[in-house]
């Protein structure tokens, strides 16, 4: 028997078939729309954003707690290793507050600099693809473009390099192919680090410059303030310098929160 | 084989919840389920992905593997139609 004609439209062999292309054309003004609410107003786009980055962190601080399996023994153990080394350092912290009392009846009081603006961490390595760190704090706190950033200790860790009112963007010194300067070791071998991406460094160095496992590398600065320490040098015997590989002191994988400069 | 449609609806869900939630890698996994559902999806996530992390500097890693990742699942979706896979 004969098959009616059709006047539909047959895409058997066509590279798109009508469905195919509309789900693609959905799919362009979709990621075209998001691009331009990205970077046209990134406060709204900061603000449909957030609630989705809170739940991550919701929910990995739950999971981590659920998957926590430490046993009795091992928890008691822990305690009372926290206990001794709380008295310790209660004992310290005493010593310390009288040095500081003797300080300042010698030297008088001094108005500290501001602190920076203390920033919660929305988005970090690894579920971002590169060294970034999306936190919470942005112009309206006052946050301005290309101002440090530091980690807990007073780490520098990198610049703000995107700001909206409601969010920055720090880009870590450890994003590939940055470069910044610093010192390595007592001797403060001038070296040039470039980022090698998840927090790490790379550098070169001559050979005679005596580069060390173990010594510290610092920003090139007035106070020269430690970012990390060399862990491994790679040496070639043709080559006149040799590779350093240095790793962070701050993780920026575990970073919650950082401080951005005023 | 044929895939609940639950699972060709979630598949894409759980791929852009990803990028927020997972380790860049297993966002990759998902990105390439996605693209087995429709290959687009997988370009279309590795962009959003540069739309929501990339640093102004470098390579859009996100679109790069997005796109390869596209390419992936349509050769496999290709295998699998074939029945070669």
């Known amino acids: 028997m004969n098959r009616p004609f059709s006047r539909r439209p047959r895409y058997r062999n066509s590279l798109l078939s009508g469905g195919t292309g509309i789900a693609a054309g959905i799919l362009a003004i979709v990621i075209v729309l998001s691009a331009v609410v990205r970077f046209a107003l990134p406060d709204a786009f900061a603000t449909a954003t957030k609630p989705l980055w809170n739940a991550g962190a919701f929910l990995s601080a739950h999971v981590r707690s659920a998957a926590s399996k430490e046993s009795k023994a091992s928890l008691l153990s822990d305690r009372d290793r926290l206990v001794s080394q709380n008295a310790a350092l209660t004992a310290q912290n005493a010593a310390l507050s009288a040095q500081v009392t003797d300080l300042t009846t010698l030297l008088g009081s001094r108005t500290e600099p501001e602190k920076g603006i203390v920033a919660n961490v929305r988005a970090r390595p690894p579920v971002a693809p590169y060294d970034v760190l999306i936190t919470d704090q942005g112009s309206a706190a006052g946050v301005a473009l290309g101002a440090e950033a530091y980690g807990p200790g007073g780490t520098p860790i990198g610049t703000v390099g995107q700001v909206s009112a409601s969010e920055s963007r720090i880009t870590l010194y450890s994003t590939h192919g940055i470069q910044t300067s610093a010192w390595a070791g007592a001797e403060h071998i001038p070296v040039t680090l470039t980022g090698a991406g998840a927090g790490a460094f790379t550098a070169q160095v001559p050979k005679e410059a005596g580069a060390k496992v173990g010594d510290g590398v610092y920003v090139a600065s007035a106070d020269a303030v430690p970012i990390g320490t060399v862990v491994r040098i790679e040496s070639d015997p043709s080559s006149p310098s040799v590779g350093l590989d240095v790793r962070p002191y701050t993780n920026p994988f575990s970073l919650t929160w950082v401080t951005i400069e005023r | ?85």
Not at chain 2, 8 to 21: C, I, M, N, Q
Not at chain 2, 23 to 44: E, I, K, N, Q, Y
Not at chain 2, 46 to 73: K, R
Request: net charge positive; proline share 7%.
């Open chain 2, 1 to 85: 084989m044929k895939v609940p449609s639950y699972v060709r609806a979630g598949t894409p869900l759980v791929a852009f919840l990803s990028l927020f939630w997972f380790p860049w890698a297993v966002s990759c996994a998902f990105m390439f389920l996605a693209g087995l559902v429709f290959p687009a999806l997988a370009l279309a996530l590795g962009v959003f992905a540069d739309i929501l992390y990339y640093p102004g500097v470098g390579i859009p890693w996100g679109s790069v593997i997005g796109l390869a990742l596209a390419l992936a699942s349509a050769f496999v979706r290709h295998l699998v139609k074939t029945r070669i896979m």
